[in-house]
């Protein structure tokens, strides 16, 4: 809202100038001296007009500007310019933003557009770990930013439920059932060790006694898949805070794409057709008994088998472009991707596959592959005493998100009050939600045990989440609800208007994590209105029967910052205490 006022004063400063053409830059610098705001927009100009230096088009600017917003303007250096405001420019600020209220922040640059968010995706072979839980937790915020930005969003789960490792679940269950029968079998070579195979086993063996014991492979896989993926729903239900139904609006099942049913509106597209559309183009071709994709012609590094040899099943490739061509097929206008490191190069070999069927003809126009956007996301590692906790699903050294959150919840104490079960749940999983979001997906993650367990403003999470119970605190103490915003006027101390400048920033910020696909941006930002608002805590006193003025003011000002904390908390997942 103030960037957007800057930098509406010098595009009217621009045009009386005639020089319209390009859009000014308007940023925030890194050091007060140099004003809220500042623009280097005359360097932008000097191409245009290289009989002037940047700092004598500043100054033509500056003289042409209209300075009513701002306490002055500054030409710096070679042809910044620095904008500090009037008092009263931050105090209407305030003021709108008191006026939309919970409609602050919103975007509408979604507005009638469809988007599709795919993420989790985890074979279900074993439960989700630290890892999946990053994924989880990006495509759950992603989704509630994009809802926030208008649009009709639906979550999806490419469920993997064919191919070699669910294959291996089933033969790591038989064995492990065999042996508690007494009739041990050798162990697959690469199948799955954890203690969660031995316990599927035993329900097994509760269930069904000995009668399993000459059972198919594929009759333990499909016992083991339906209890694995259950627990896979409890658990996102858990970290989502939602009822298991309402987790995913669509479980894509691997299966349709072997299929032949082409009534199945969400797999039009098989595997079949895909190898049938490649071979036709000249992308697929036969060796040495394998069906080969010919990435290379593409502009990839090497080629990739499709459709194995000695099996004649598909490897990972075949079907995910054969889903991402469903995708398209399914109309939505952005289509989003969430993938960790191990993807890098099999997206991009599956992506431009894709793109050689679209611009072969074999999809529609309007199947652009450029709807498609894929972020990948770095590794997380646990710390716990300093040191990494290694993680395996096979060898069942691994940490699920359930064991973190149930860990996290052991040590947390809060006001006797309002200590229970719930209240412990929520402030854990709020802990393992937000050092998921602190960092930037391309960047690895060191979620340190010892400090999320933490109860003091060391940690990030508690740090936030007390910026929000003091303000519960001051209007539980207050007779006031609300300040009256006809006395706005009153905030003048630095520390209000670097508050308000903060909320002011808030839209800005929604927009770029939106675009960016970036959660980290709200996360990093929430620590910085909450140490703003300690810093005015700390310094000011809210509730002053003896200048209700100036109260008035203030718990109008502490309004905004709860308004704002709470829409934030809402777009990461977060849920707001009532007290610490």
């Given at each position: 809202?103030?960037?957007?006022?800057?930098?509406?004063?010098?595009?009217?400063?621009?045009?009386?100038l005639?020089?319209a053409e390009?859009?000014?830059?308007?940023?925030v610098?890194?050091?007060?001296?140099f004003g809220?705001?500042?623009?280097?927009?005359?360097?932008?100009?000097?191409?245009?007009r290289?009989g002037?230096?940047p700092?004598?088009?500043?100054?033509?600017?500056?003289?042409?500007?209209?300075?009513s917003?701002?306490?002055?303007?500054?030409?710096?250096?070679?042809?910044?310019?620095n904008?500090?405001?009037?008092?009263?420019?931050?105090q209407?600020?305030?003021?709108?933003?008191?006026?939309q209220?919970?409609?602050y922040?919103?975007?509408?640059?979604?507005?009638?557009r469809?988007?599709?968010?795919?993420?989790?995706?985890?074979?279900?072979?074993?439960?989700?770990?630290?890892?999946?839980?990053?994924?989880?937790v990006?495509?759950d915020?992603?989704?509630?930013?994009?809802?926030?930005?208008?649009?009709?969003?639906?979550?999806?789960?490419?469920?993997?439920?064919a191919?070699?490792?669910m294959?291996?679940?089933?033969?790591s269950?038989?064995?492990r059932?065999?042996?508690?029968?007494?009739?041990p079998?050798p162990?697959?070579?690469?199948?799955?060790?954890?203690e969660?195979?031995?316990?599927?086993?035993?329900?097994?063996q509760?269930?069904?006694?000995?009668?399993?014991a000459?059972?198919?492979?594929?009759?333990?896989?499909e016992f083991?898949?339906?209890?694995?993926?259950s627990?896979?729903?409890?658990?996102?239900?858990?970290?989502?805070?939602?009822?298991?139904?309402r987790?995913?609006?669509?479980y894509?099942?691997?299966?349709?794409?072997?299929?032949?049913?082409?009534?199945?509106?969400?797999?039009s597209?098989?595997?079949?057709?895909?190898?049938?559309?490649?071979?036709?183009l000249?992308?697929?071709?036969e060796?040495d008994?394998a069906?080969?994709?010919k990435a290379?012609a593409l502009?990839?590094?090497?080629d990739?088998?499709?459709?194995r040899s000695?099996?004649g099943?598909p490897?990972?490739?075949?079907?995910?472009?054969?889903?991402?061509?469903?995708k398209l097929?399914?109309?939505?206008d952005?289509?989003?991707?969430?993938?960790?490191?191990?993807?890098?190069?099999?997206y991009?070999?599956?992506?431009?596959?894709?793109?050689?069927?679209?611009?072969?003809?074999?999809?529609?126009?309007e199947?652009?592959?450029?709807?498609i956007?894929?972020?990948i996301?770095?590794?997380?590692?646990?710390l716990r005493?300093?040191q990494?906790?290694?993680?395996s699903?096979r060898?069942?050294?691994?940490?699920t998100?359930?064991?973190?959150?149930?860990e996290?919840?052991?040590?947390?104490?809060?006001?006797?009050?309002?200590?229970?079960?719930?209240?412990?749940?929520?402030?854990?999983?709020?802990?393992?939600?937000?050092?998921?979001?602190m960092?930037?997906?391309?960047?690895?993650?060191?979620?340190?045990?010892?400090?999320a367990?933490?109860?003091?403003?060391?940690?990030?999470?508690?740090?936030?989440?007390?910026?929000?119970?003091?303000?519960?605190?001051?209007?539980?103490?207050?007779r006031?609800?609300i300040?009256s915003?006809?006395?706005?006027g009153?905030?003048?101390?630095?520390?209000?208007?670097?508050?308000?400048?903060k909320?002011?920033?808030?839209?800005?910020?929604?927009?770029?994590?939106?675009e960016?696909?970036?959660?980290h941006?709200?996360a990093?930002?929430?620590?910085?209105?909450?140490?703003?608002?300690h810093?005015?805590?700390?310094?000011?006193?809210?509730?002053?029967?003896?200048?209700?003025?100036?109260?008035?003011?203030?718990?109008a000002?502490?309004?905004?910052?709860?308004?704002v904390?709470e829409?934030?908390?809402a777009?990461?997942?977060?849920?707001a205490?009532?007290?610490?």
């Open positions: 809202m103030l960037r957007a006022l800057v930098q509406e004063r010098l595009c009217e400063s621009l045009a009386s005639g020089w390009i859009t000014p830059e308007v940023t610098p890194d050091k007060p001296e809220d705001f500042s623009s280097n927009i005359a360097f932008a100009l000097k191409a245009q290289p002037a230096s700092r004598q088009i500043a100054e033509k600017i500056v003289a042409h500007l209209d300075k917003p701002f306490e002055r303007v500054e030409v710096v250096g070679p042809g910044f310019i904008f500090f405001l009037q008092p009263e420019t931050v209407h600020a305030l003021r709108e933003i008191l006026e209220e919970y409609h922040g919103k975007l509408e640059m979604g507005r009638g469809r988007a599709l968010v795919e993420f989790v995706s985890a074979n279900p072979t074993g439960p989700l770990t630290i890892g999946h839980c990053r994924q989880a990006l495509g915020v992603i989704s509630r930013l994009l809802e926030n930005a208008g649009y009709d969003v639906t979550r999806e789960y490419y469920y993997n439920d191919g070699r490792q294959k291996l679940l089933g033969e269950v038989r064995a059932y065999l042996e508690l029968l007494g009739q079998v162990f697959p070579e690469e199948g799955y060790h954890g969660y195979i031995y316990e599927i086993a035993r329900e097994i509760k269930r069904h006694d000995t009668s399993w000459t059972a198919s492979v594929e009759q333990f896989k083991a898949e339906t209890d694995l993926f627990e896979i729903r409890r658990t996102l239900s858990r970290l989502f805070r939602l009822p298991p139904e987790v995913f609006d669509i894509y099942n691997e299966t349709w794409l072997y299929a032949h049913d082409t009534q199945n509106a969400l797999a597209v098989t595997n079949a057709q895909v190898l049938q559309w490649l071979s036709e000249g992308f697929a071709y060796k008994g069906i080969w994709f290379t502009g990839r590094p090497q990739r088998v499709l459709v000695h099996t099943e490897t990972y490739r075949l079907p995910d472009m054969a889903y991402h061509a469903n097929l399914r109309g939505f952005l289509i989003i991707d969430i993938f960790g490191a191990d993807h890098q190069d099999t991009q070999d599956v992506l431009a596959a894709v793109r050689a069927l679209w611009e072969g003809g074999k999809l529609p126009k199947c652009n592959p450029d709807k956007h894929v972020l996301h770095q590794w997380v590692n646990l005493g300093g990494p906790v290694k993680m699903k060898m069942a050294t691994f940490v998100i359930d064991e973190l959150i149930d996290i919840k052991s040590t947390v104490e809060l006001d006797p009050t309002l200590d229970s079960e719930q209240t412990r749940e929520d402030f854990s999983v709020n802990v393992v939600r937000y050092f998921l979001l960092r930037s997906a391309d960047s690895h993650v060191q979620f340190d045990l010892d400090l367990k933490r109860q003091s403003k060391d940690n990030p999470v508690y740090y936030v989440m007390y910026a929000y119970t003091r303000i519960r605190s001051i209007f539980d103490k207050s006031e609800s300040g915003i006809e006395s706005l009153a905030l003048g101390a630095q520390e209000e208007l670097a508050l308000i400048k909320l002011d920033e808030f839209p800005q910020i929604v927009r770029d994590a939106t960016h696909l970036a959660p941006f709200i990093v930002y929430l620590h910085e209105l909450a140490g703003i608002f810093d005015f805590y700390e310094k000011h006193r809210v509730l002053d029967e003896t200048n209700a003025e100036l109260m008035h003011a203030r718990l000002l502490c309004r905004g910052v709860q308004m904390l829409s934030a908390f777009l990461l997942g977060l849920k205490p009532e007290r610490m």
